[in-house]
């Protein structure tokens, strides 16, 4: 079985940027082992030779359309759920930060 | 007026023997009484409800043709958008957000005259087997308050049961509509994958998830799948197949159709629920059908499969809730990392933080052939054992759940809920349409259902089975809390 290591943790939590205090790390750490010590199961199923499932309904087709302007959602609604905004724009902490 | 079909129902206000407005006061009076206890609303539209029915009893005295869904009061699980209304998906990240557009299925029961009556619990970002990790509240089991109602549509499920709304719509990714409707004693259907449209639904498990109907007969199953049941051009995942009248033949019965059972898959069921299954397979028998060995022993690792392609599509669509254009902001973050960071840490709880790492994890350099391709693999094996079966049956029966409802709390080990869904969970993973319908109670008092299961696109057949299944039967009751 896996052994995951607090380091794996910890890279996880940053890859999917989710702070997570370390007790929280620590039982995530003993769920993971335990799921994934689950999941290898599928070790003992051959497979060779088997395409990879993409859909399942065997039928569907890229769907295409022209390409042409149609109506989008008007400024004002759509930033009626942002946390911060400033003139019309969503507002976010500085990236670069001035000196 | 709640003891009856949500067909009655609608029936008799297009016949003017009571209004619109009357249903929805009934209804609401229903959930004032008993929903303190149950728990199944997250939120009700007592404004939004009664205004919609005063103007369909304007348009039905003005002599219009009224809609397919006139005058039915029918509740929304709360991770399905209602234009104007907050989308909580049982989540504290996104307690404040307000829907700025309908989802197709709720736009369509609007365009038919149904009504919105409110939207009800589920675990949060619809995952989980019991209700259990709504951030928002409890929801018990009519059937008996200790218990959970099932999840992940545990709100929607109970709220059906305890006649709370003849209808409501549930999403279904693993046995999120079917598992509470074994535990809540109702009907509850997971169509084809992209027979529903996914517009307006939050995702979870794309290439999985599927809106379905939760409703106290197999009929008013059907109705509401006529409805919702169309061509969507904003899902791409929507199929083109043509509008189906699955009322119509619905009272077609079974007599000669072929019922695969997969026994050897079913060996390690408890001898309770195996009796009541065994029952319900003679039941089925009476009306004609032939039962047949088939061989699905495959399935034994559905779950593992499940596991990895749902939690690294959560994954990835979880991404988006990230503190900036929507939900709550950490309002301690001071900078662009601290945003996603601590939005998401205050925001999510355990289970879906639990699962988005785990679908990092099996998405993350080094592993992803390792699990993710390889999981894809099985799954055409999956898709092909169901394909293989279905050249020997015309339907598939097998239980919905091992067991029955279980005690809140009760349920301590993630990887043992997850287990819950071993009979559920095959079925999303191959597209292929599933009801549960009440097969009857255990000793204890408590439903468990019935799962049949179609091959793609015959979601047509997998209701009339329901409906031949339901009137041979008497297992639709009403618990004695609401009575």
């Not at chain 1, 497979?47 to 295409?64: A, E, G, I, R, S």
């Not at chain 1, 959602?73 to 930060?97: E, Y």
């Not at chain 2, 999120?176 to 009907?187: N, Q």
Request: with cysteine; hydrophobic share 40%.
């Amino acid at each position: 079985m896996k052994k995951f290591t607090k380091e794996t943790v910890k890279n996880l939590v940053k890859l999917s940027r989710i702070g997570c205090s370390e007790e929280e790390q620590e039982a995530i750490l003993q769920d993971l082992e335990k799921i994934v010590g689950y999941v290898e199961l599928l070790e003992e199923i051959d497979v060779t030779d088997v395409p990879p499932c993409k859909h399942v309904l065997d039928d569907l087709f890229n769907v295409l359309r022209d390409d042409i302007v149609g109506e989008s959602l008007p400024r004002d609604v759509f930033l009626a759920n942002a946390p911060s905004q400033i003139g019309g724009m969503i507002r976010v902490p500085p990236v670069i930060k001035s000196k | 007026m709640h003891t009856l079909s949500a067909i009655e129902i609608r029936d008799k206000f297009l016949r003017g023997e009571v209004s619109a407005v009357s249903i929805v006061e009934t209804f609401l009076k229903r959930i004032e009484r008993y929903d303190g206890e149950i728990g199944s609303f997250l939120s009700v539209f007592n404004e939004r409800a009664l205004a919609k029915a005063k103007a369909l009893d304007d348009k039905r005295k003005s002599g219009v043709k009224m809609g397919k869904l006139a005058g039915i009061p029918i509740a929304i699980k709360d991770n399905i958008h209602v234009k104007g209304e907050i989308t909580t998906c049982a989540s504290k990240f996104l307690i404040n957000y307000r829907a700025i557009f309908d989802s197709t299925a709720v736009r369509l029961i609007e365009e038919e005259d149904g009504i919105i009556i409110g939207k009800t619990n589920l675990d949060e970002f619809a995952m989980g087997s019991s209700t259990e990790n709504s951030a928002l509240q409890k929801t018990r089991n009519p059937w008996n308050l200790k218990c959970v109602p099932g999840g992940t549509s545990g709100g929607s499920a109970a709220a059906v049961a305890a006649r709370l709304c003849p209808l409501a719509l549930g999403s279904d990714t693993g046995g999120s509509v079917r598992l509470p409707a074994s535990f809540c004693g109702v009907i509850g259907f997971k169509p084809t994958y992209g027979r529903v449209s996914r517009f307006g639904l939050v995702a979870h498990g794309s290439s999985l998830d599927q809106i379905g109907p939760l409703a106290n007969s197999s009929a008013d199953t059907a109705l509401l799948m006529e409805v919702i049941g169309r061509h969507c051009e904003k899902d791409a995942t929507s199929y083109s197949g043509p509008l189906e009248n699955y009322l119509e033949g619905i009272d077609k019965g079974i007599k000669g159709m072929r019922v695969g059972v997969p026994w050897k898959f079913l060996d390690k069921l408890a001898e309770e629920p195996k009796q009541i299954f065994t029952n319900s397979i003679e039941v089925l028998k009476k009306l004609g059908a032939e039962i047949v060995n088939i061989d699905l022993s495959i399935l034994k690792y559905s779950l593992a499969v499940y596991y990895i392609l749902s939690t690294a599509e959560a994954s990835s669509n979880l991404a988006r809730f990230d503190g900036i254009r929507y939900g709550v902001r950490s309002p301690n973050a001071q900078t662009l990392d601290e945003v996603y960071d601590q939005s998401k840490e205050n925001g999510f709880g355990p289970e879906v933080k639990r699962r988005i790492l785990l679908g990092t994890y099996v998405l993350s350099a080094g592993y992803k052939d390792a699990y993710y391709k390889k999981a894809q693999q099985v799954r055409t094996l999956i898709i092909r054992s169901y394909q293989e079966a279905f050249k020997k049956c015309d339907l598939i029966a097998s239980p919905v759940s091992p067991f029955t409802a279980f005690e809140i709390g009760a349920m301590k080990d993630p990887l043992q809920m997850y287990l819950e869904d071993i009979y559920t969970i095959g079925i999303n993973l191959a597209g292929v349409p599933a009801i549960s319908v009440p097969q009857g109670f255990a000793k204890d008092g408590k439903p468990l259902g019935l799962q049949l299961i179609g091959p793609q696109k015959q979601d047509g057949r997998v209701l009339m089975a329901a409906q031949a299944f339901e009137k041979a039967t008497h297992h639709l009751l009403i618990p004695e809390l609401v009575k």
